[in-house]
């Protein structure tokens, strides 16, 4: 599931100077799963909504170097599912602070990405069955890093090449990577809320060309390592 609502506001007021707002809704919900020993644990399923209101600056001293800085207050609902059990202590429903920080140098057809991550879960506490709760991490971070390359073979053709890193701190169930192909690291072909990781390395390649100056096909794969 993704965001239904997402609005965004941009302005310039210096000549290497952008601010701007962010907001996003999500009415549809992530179905967070739990796979243990290959078996799926329905017992143990979740939705999981989410929204947050934002803000931006951007600085671009150079036209090939840009830094950005955020900051979003997001609220989070967990809603037990059809199969969830009675048992099962849902986490907090409430807000958490995420202050980010990126940096993005493009040259030559490359582009290198950078971003860290802070979130604080304000009134975080233990959840999960009542005989095996998990520990309150109350906060956690996040830090990734990709370099990605276009090459044109000719007008009408284009190879793409992009390597990226994900790694972290505190990360538990609901604060790990989650892969698909709306979210980071972008896997296409798993569901959204099926995996979770606390280290991803990823791989991803793409092929695109244009017949009849019509229509345009695009081939991707990916492949990632992980834990």
């Known amino acids: 599931a993704g965001p239904i609502l997402a609005l965004n506001y941009s302005r310039v007021d210096a000549s290497s100077l952008t601010w701007g ?10 179905r967070d799963r739990v796979f243990r020993d290959g078996t799926d644990v329905e017992s143990e399923e979740i939705y999981y909504f989410s929204a947050g209101l934002g803000a931006r600056l951007r600085w671009q001293p150079k036209l090939w170097l840009s830094a950005t800085a955020t900051g979003y207050l997001n609220y989070e609902r967990y809603v037990p599912t059809k199969t969830t059990s009675s048992a099962m202590i849902l986490p907090r429903n409430g807000v958490t602070l995420n202050p980010n920080l990126g940096l993005m140098f493009t040259s030559g057809g490359y582009e290198a990405n950078f971003d860290l991550s802070w979130y604080d879960r ?3 506490r233990s959840w999960g069955m009542p005989e095996l709760p998990e520990k309150p991490v109350k906060t956690y971070l996040r830090a990734s890093g990709r370099l990605g390359k276009q090459f044109y073979l000719s007008s009408f053709v284009r190879f793409g090449v992009d390597l990226g890193y994900y790694t972290g701190q505190g990360l538990d169930r609901f604060s790990c990577y989650q892969p698909s192909v709306w979210s980071s690291p972008k896997i296409r072909g798993i569901p959204s809320g099926t995996v979770s990781l ?11 060309f244009t017949a009849f100056d019509l229509i345009r096909f695009d081939g991707f794969y990916n492949f990632a390592r992980c834990t």
């Open 21 to 30: 707002g962010d907001l996003y809704l999500s009415a549809l919900p992530r």
């Open 198 to 208: 606390d280290k991803a390395a990823s791989l991803g390649l793409n092929l695109g």
């Open 122 to 124: 304000l009134g975080w």
